[in-house]
Nanobody, 121 residues
């Protein structure tokens, strides 16, 4: 089994920046897609940004131009640099990754425990 551990959440004023990091508990895993999702109170979990092992990146429209996702395949880490934060970015941010299990012939996914980001106005 592998776990994802997030860090970097906290309280920041609108217009400020935060950097989230996510590290896998086992470096031997080969993840396909890694990314970040968020869930605000009363809302469904939504995609923020993802990056494949090949470097293809996808952003939610709401964060384009403000957030930057990066990945270190050797360390099995993914980070999210968040700039120009807005109060509507307030949410619990979750790290996510998927990996192929040959025995099952399918992809499985793993989630981090979540880290709270609060943006004050």
């Amino acid at each position: 089994q592998v776990q994802l551990v997030e860090s970097g959440g906290g309280l920041v004023q609108a217009g400020g920046s935060l950097r989230l990091s996510c590290a896998a508990s086992r470096s031997s895993f080969s993840f396909n897609t890694m990314g970040w999702y968020r869930q605000a109170p009363g809302n469904q979990r939504e995609l923020v940004a993802t990056v494949t092992s090949g470097g293809n990146i996808n952003y939610a429209d709401s964060v384009k131009g403000r957030f930057t996702i990066s990945r270190d395949n050797a360390k099995n880490m993914v980070s999210l640099q968040m700039n120009s934060l807005k109060p509507e970015d307030t949410a619990v941010y979750y790290c996510n990754a998927d990996y192929f299990v040959a025995l099952l012939r399918r992809y499985l996914e793993v989630w981090g425990q979540g880290t709270l980001v609060t943006v004050s106005s």
